[in-house]
């Protein structure tokens, strides 16, 4: 035990280092070729904030630099007054008109709504084109949704599971694998479902209600998802590897990625429903000791993780908060809307609110992380 965890800490920073370079690389890297390829001029395409360790200025005037917090980056716009992408209006009153037409203000409200919007599609077409990789060279463990064990004292138990059952749809979903149990359960504890089993030739509705239960993973980190008690194995669940084609592999990728997103919204709706604790969201912290961990079962759970974190952020972009992406395209659908564009008051303070949000937020799971590890350290 003490050798791996060893390998995790030593792991960890170059694993985090690894999976976040490269999803604020994609990220960053969808708004600079749509911002090019819209005429807009980009002045800057950061690694990181803060100060500048090094860099170079390219033929079209863009700095490609590397700063000294590896926590993000950035792309800054013509006519920008800094990294969040406010505008410098006082600076834009004095543009002549060709110039003015080369800022990210000046765009037409396509281009810019098309420039935002092209970061948080290039981190979903990352996680799509990591798990189409996966799965063409890998395939995918499925197992046949067959109860083989039915855990005491368990929802299943009281619902009145038994070994032997083949799941066949839950709230009218059809069930396909002994996954997609696991995945429709996890993410709804304590909400009332209909299971249909089949049980020799006869076809039953079962009401059961998932518990929200407290597991540990393979790290030892504690987990809260909903249970019902039930388990497969290998026999009975005629556990087996898929092989897919291209073409079958990018469809599994994107229905993966989907699963992603429903699951990352419902465990947000459990939050503000009360079913589920906000001490399970995580901060800088998490993520790295996350790499750590999964970069000790090697390139391809890392690169799994990545697809993973690489569609949240994309999903966290899409908040509608100002100096998020979300926050500028919400900007410019009232734009749209109103026939002209958001007042620079009106923007300023929406931007100040936006980032007292943002921080606000980064100090809660980074206090998630600390009492995490904290209470972890305690035993």
Not at 171 to 183: A, C, H, L, Y
Request: hydrophobic share 50%; glycine share 10%.
């Amino acid at each position: 035990m003490s050798g791996l965890l060893g390998n995790q800490w030593a792991l960890m920073l170059p694993a985090f280092l690894l999976v976040i370079s490269l999803i604020v690389f994609i990220h960053e890297m969808g708004h600079y070729l749509v911002g090019r390829w819209s005429g807009i001029k980009i002045l800057a395409f950061s690694f990181g904030f803060g100060p500048e360790l090094c860099g170079f200025t390219d033929k079209h005037g863009t700095r490609w630099k590397i700063s000294a917090i590896p926590l993000g980056g950035y792309v800054r716009f013509y006519g920008d007054a800094d990294a969040a992408s406010t505008p410098d209006f006082e600076a834009l009153d004095e543009l002549p008109p060709e110039e003015r037409a080369k800022t990210f203000t000046g765009a037409k409200l396509w281009k810019r709504a098309a420039t935002v919007a092209a970061g948080p599609i290039a981190n979903f077409l990352l996680a799509i084109v990591i798990l189409t990789g996966i799965f063409m060279a890998y395939g995918k463990y499925v197992a046949d949704p067959v109860v083989a064990q039915v855990n005491k004292d368990s929802a299943a138990a009281a619902a009145g599971i038994i070994p032997g059952d083949l799941l066949l749809s839950i709230d009218g979903n059809r069930i396909e694998t002994f996954d997609d149990v696991q995945r429709y359960v996890s993410i709804r504890p304590s909400v009332p479902m209909i299971l249909m089993v089949r049980r020799g030739n006869e076809e039953i509705n079962v009401p059961i209600t998932p518990k929200l239960t407290e597991i540990k993973d393979r790290f030892g980190n504690k987990i809260e998802l909903g249970i019902i008690g039930i388990l497969t194995d290998k026999s009975a669940g005629n556990l087996r590897v898929v092989n897919f084609s291209p073409l079958e592999a990018l469809a599994e990728a994107v229905r993966q990625t989907g699963h992603i997103v429903t699951g990352t919204f419902r465990y947000i709706g459990n939050i503000f429903a009360g079913r589920m604790k906000a001490d399970q969201l995580g901060g800088p912290i998490a993520v790295a000791q996350a790499a750590g961990q999964v970069a000790t079962l090697g390139i391809i759970a890392l690169l799994h993780l990545a697809a993973i974190l690489s569609v949240s952020i994309g999903l966290l972009n899409l908040m509608p908060v100002p100096v998020l992406d979300g926050g500028h395209l919400m900007f410019y659908a009232v734009e749209a809307l109103r026939g002209k564009p958001v007042g620079e008051t009106a923007q300023g303070i929406a931007f100040r609110v936006g980032m007292f949000l943002v921080l606000s937020l980064m100090v809660f799971v980074t206090w998630n992380d600390i009492t995490r590890n904290i209470s972890g350290w305690l035993g």
